[in-house]
């Protein structure tokens, strides 16, 4: 690990870098090691009141919604240009924080990050209004104006990319945003808010707030001075979120959990398939709510596939994630790994069989490791292939025809994500339009485009992250109808 000395992480108030009321802080765990390698201010709920406070006289207030959509723009486009300038500080970080490798927070996360906030300030104020014609003659304006304080809460695995996809639209609409990473993972958000602190936004227009309590994001979501609530997480927490945002009719997206299924013909590119289907479920151990969790293999291609995707699964190398040599890093931690072990236990008792993988391997036993693995003579109806394991646990499923392969991909609460492998571009595409998710990959996975909405069907929630539509959710809509019958008196202006 290249960070050396213990940093310490203080929340973002009101535009300023401030410790907690407390002057409390918690111990960030790399999961590499199991050391500390940073202290991060705990907020109670005192803190998370003057957050909201701040968010709330900053919208209410502040000069950062009436300002022009291209001066918000350039906000953002200092935003990505500090990303660029301190990227092996933020990669080095959300290594540490995630155990995500260090070539993948190098090669993905950072940049993706400032890509995202680049894409946003560019974007043009003419997204924001629309000129409607009807029948009548009314001119008709519509205006996208901001929700007010949004709320944005994240979770462990993609802490750098999932800030940058909600905050950028969020801030560009014009909110004011109150944003809260997990306890589990957060030291490269806190060193972005230290580098956000640069840019000068408008007192209040931002603030980020860290705790270890478990309650913060209740205490968040419930408040009555939050008007929108932006949520990606398990689908559980997510029903609570729902819940609580209900209460205060908040406007709400959610961007839950996933049991994707990764549909394998027997036309396959193999190499190709066989690549993506390895990153599909082993990129960040597992740990992304669109992994590739349940392989459909045809029965044509089945043995040799799932030899050829066992062997290299066997091979690929294990180690701390900050040695760039390393393609498989530990978990976020021991806690999360556990529960990762339960669920390959219970696919023993339920009678899949092991062929890859399982257990702990020789590392440092400090370390939060677990070996990739790989399961076949799974049936769809196990809990291995319904219950979302969050971990680098892989589901083989046989199928003979097209149409029990849209079956099995369906049969499930989520609907996230879906990958196809095949030549034939006409079925394939076919094959998606019948698949019931948010997103379907051809002969690639986990192309997330800055342009291109991306979000769930089903369980997986509702609402978009990214694109037009993902800009848009940070909006409310206005119609401004403005009366231009020729002679100045309508119908209705001379009823009575
Ligand atoms: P959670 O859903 O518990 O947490 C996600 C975020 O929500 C964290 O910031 C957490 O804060 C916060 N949170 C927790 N409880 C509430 C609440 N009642 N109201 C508002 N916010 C709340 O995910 P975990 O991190 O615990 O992971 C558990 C499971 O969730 C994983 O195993 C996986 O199945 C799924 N998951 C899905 C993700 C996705 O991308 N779709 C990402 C991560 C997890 P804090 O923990 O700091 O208190």
Known sequence: MTTTAIQQFNLLMEGKLEPALSGKYFDAINPSNGEVFARIADADDIDVQIAVNAARLGFDHGRWPQ???AQRGAFLLKIATLIRENAKELADLECAST?????????????????TFEFFGNLSGDLFRDEVKSSFPILSNIEHEPVGVVVVIIPWNYPLIM???????ALLAGNTVVLKPSKVACASVMLLAKII????????????????????????????????????????????????????????TLELGGKS????????????????????IFMNQGQMCTAGSRILVEDKIYKEFVDK?????????????????????????????????KYIEKGKQEGAKLVCGGAIPDLNPKGAYLEPTIFINVRNSMSIAQEEIF?????????????????????????????????DLEKANKVARRLRCGTVWINTYGAFLNEV?????????????????????????????????????SVVTSWF
Not at 99 to 115: C, S
Request: hydrophobic share 40%; net charge neutral.
């Open 99 to 115: 155990g995500k490798t260090i070539k993948h927070t190098t090669f993905i996360d950072v940049p993706t990050a400032a890509d």
């Open 391 to 423: 971990g680098p646990v892989l589901c083989v499923i046989p199928f003979t025809s097209t149409d029990e392969a849209i079956h099995i991909a369906n049969d499930t609460k989520y609907g996230l994500a879906a990958m196809i492998w095949s030549k």
């Open 309 to 341: 995707l066992v062997s290299r699964a066997k091979n690929l190398k294990i180690g701390p994630a900050d040695d760039f040599e390393t393609e498989f890093g530990p978990l976020v931690s021991i806690d999360h790994r556990n529960s990762v072990l």
């Open 67 to 69: 300002m022009s959509v």
């Open 197 to 252: 602190s640069q840019v000068g936004l408008p007192k209040g227009v931002l603030n980020i707030i860290t705790s270890s309590s478990g309650q913060a994001g209740q205490e968040l979501v419930s408040n009555p001075e939050v008007d929108m609530v932006s949520f990606t997480g398990g689908t559980k927490t997510g029903q609570e979120v729902m819940v609580q945002a209900a209460k205060g009719v908040k406007k709400l």
């Open 163 to 169: 800030t940058a996809w909600k905050l950028a639209p």
């Open 261 to 280: 299924p990764n549909i394998v013909f027997a036309d396959c590119d193999m190499e190709a398939a066989l690549g993506g289907s390895l990153s599909a």
């Open 453 to 489: 909405p991306f979000g769930g069907y089903k369980q997986s929630g509702f609402g978009r992250e990214l694109g037009l539509a993902g800009l848009l959710e940070y909006t409310q809509l206005k119609h401004i109808a403005t009366d231009q019958t020729p002679s100045g008196r």
